[in-house]
């Protein structure tokens, strides 16, 4: 089974899909960690990241297993990862790896859950189960701010509340796999839910599609 998990910056997709992977036994893949993986070694490499070869070629040698033990989640690394992600070849290149991963899990006689942008509607088309989770802009610049500063107020959340809005138009503004649900996802609006709610409400959707 493979379960596709989509959503904008910060909606919490990445802690639900982790959460579901470990509850029904199958493998993760955080594809933001790809884009991201891709960014930091091109921000290390002083590489200009509208180069599309460059692009491409970190991403052929960047090392999805040991994406797990790099720090990525730097405010640098992820204006990086979206700067990037509109570059059609590298997307092609990741995309190819992403469905690799989800294949060899289906093979190994399990399955995945993948979270990104456009995985219901480009990577696995096919998923069991799409969920798109959101929030609104300003519940999940709160919840970011908590997280990052342990604060959601002055200055520092008011520059993250630009940042995200940055982001948000970028992913689905883009001419290359915009962000947005698959026709057949099933939209998860997490705004006024805790993350067990959102979690329980998961469960009962992959459920219900088994
Ligand atoms: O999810 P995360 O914030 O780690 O993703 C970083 C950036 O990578 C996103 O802003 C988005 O532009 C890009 N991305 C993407 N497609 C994916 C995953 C991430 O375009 N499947």
Sequence with gaps: MIIAVDGPAASGKGTLARRLAGHFGLAYLDTGRTYRGVAAAMLAA??????AHAAVRAAHDLDFEGLG???LGTQEIGEGASRLAVIPELRAVLVKRQRGFAEEALAAGSGAVLDGRDIGTVVCPDAA?????????????????????????????RDLVEALELR???DRERAASPLRPADDAH????????????????????????
């Design 46 to 51: 002083a590489a200009d990241l509208e180069d």
């Design 69 to 71: 033990t790099l720090e």
């Design 129 to 157: 189960v799409k969920l798109f989770v959101t929030a609104s802009a300003q519940e999940r610049a709160r919840r970011r701010a908590l997280e990052l500063y342990g604060e959601a107020e002055g200055p520092r959340y």
């Design 168 to 170: 948000d138009r970028r």
């Design 187 to 210: 939209v998860l609006d997490t705004t006024h839910l805790s993350a067990d709610e959102a979690f329980f409400a998961a469960v009962r959707l992959v459920d219900k599609a088994l």
